[in-house]
């Protein structure tokens, strides 16, 4: 159904789920690109829907996924931002009504999950893309340029942090859902993160992690801190961090090649800028302030490296022009199967413990 799709016919979109993921992100970028029309947003939460209609009076709120579904035939694609527990039975749904899928990170609650979405989509003649949208955050587009031109030489260790203080947690999903749902920041945040380092070095021979869960034992397991080493067939090691509750942070990016070292602080600020309102067509959308670009060189002598800008709405250009067979997928979903596999590998042999003061270990899989 790509190619019925003209330039001038906009793209019916539908979000389901209006938290962090629909509100802040999904929203407001499908309502700021010319090419779609954002006519559903399906939430059961009443100030959820309240908050849908007001900033999105154009759309229509229903509260349940059979309410999107029974007007399939009035739209053309569908973004589940829902938990990723959903996220299979939801998607191949709409494959089986014939609609193009974004899905949010992580891809499914297993990797045969989002491979069977694959095969489904396939046979059905419909696009299916996973939103990895950190592919377009500021400093890692910067970084990506640097590796490109060859500035830090040979690209030795890569290590790269998603880090916050939030000592209560993250009071959703992340923390509730159980591993087997796809709870846990490292479906979460390392979705992101190893996303990131293979973009950016390649495939991964070896793997290793350590996994913990910092808070008492409820009925969830999922982890609330991780750490991955990743070493890429290209010969680079990276490092990756993920913690929600980390009392002094530590660098967004440190890299070291031959012939220079990035050292980068800060997280990307088009989330918040999403957050606090900032439509993205506005001009200071993605601009990094000066104080938080990263800084190129050896030992003392550096230099502060001007930011690429950070893009979210590229994801959703790049989706319409493959939408109407002009180019392909902003985001290849075997690349986040394969981060999922990831994943799961390092789960498997990596049971998350709490870490109390008298199980204070991590847990390794190597």
Not at 102 to 124: M, T, W, Y
Not at 303 to 313: C, F, L, R, T
Request: hydrophobic content about 40%; cysteine-free; overall charge negative.
């Amino acid at each position: 159904m790509t190619d019925t799709f003209s330039s001038t016919k906009a793209i019916r979109t539908a979000v389901m789920g209006f938290g962090v993921s629909g509100r802040v992100f999904h929203s407001p970028l499908i309502a700021a690109d010319p090419a779609y029309s954002l006519d559903v947003i399906v939430t059961s939460n009443p100030e959820r829907a309240a908050q849908a209609a007001a900033l999105h009076p154009n759309a229509r709120v229903v509260a349940t996924a059979e309410e999107l579904f029974a007007d399939a035939g009035n739209l053309d694609l569908v973004i589940i931002g829902t938990p990723p527990a959903t996220h299979f039975a939801l998607a191949s749904t709409a494959i089986e009504l014939n609609l193009n899928v974004v899905i949010d990170k992580p891809f499914a609650a297993n990797s045969d999950q989002a491979q069977e979405l694959i095969v489904q989509a396939e046979k059905a003649g419909v696009l299916l893309t996973v939103f990895q949208n950190r592919r377009w955050d500021a400093d890692f587009l910067t970084l990506q340029r640097l590796v490109k031109n060859g500035e830090l030489g040979d690209v030795r260790t890569f290590e790269s942090r998603f880090e916050w203080w939030r000592p209560e947690g993250f009071q959703n999903w992340r923390d509730e859902a159980k591993l087997s749902e796809g709870g846990g920041i490292l479906h979460d945040l390392g979705a992101h993160l190893i996303d990131q380092a293979v973009r950016l070095f390649g495939p991964v021979a070896q793997y290793h992690g350590e996994t913990g869960r910092i808070n008492e034992p409820t009925t969830s397991d999922a982890d609330q801190e991780a750490f991955v080493s990743l070493l890429h067939s290209s010969g680079v090691r990276s490092r990756l961090w993920m913690n929600g509750m980390a009392a002094q942070l530590g660098a967004r990016f440190h890299v070291l090649g031959s012939a220079a070292g990035y050292t980068k602080w800060g997280l990307d600020i088009q989330e918040p800028l999403l957050d606090a309102g900032t439509f993205p067509t506005e001009d200071h959308y993605g601009v990094e302030p000066e104080e938080n670009w990263g800084r190129l060189g050896v030992g003392p002598d550096t230099k502060q490296v001007p930011a690429d800008k950070g893009s979210y709405p590229e994801f959703y250009r790049i989706l319409a022009s493959a939408l109407r067979g002009a180019g392909p997928l902003p985001v290849d979903p075997a690349d986040s199967l394969e981060v999922l596999r990831i994943i799961e590998k390092i789960h498997q042999t990596a049971s998350s413990q709490s870490l109390t003061r008298a199980t204070p270990a991590l847990t390794i899989a190597t």
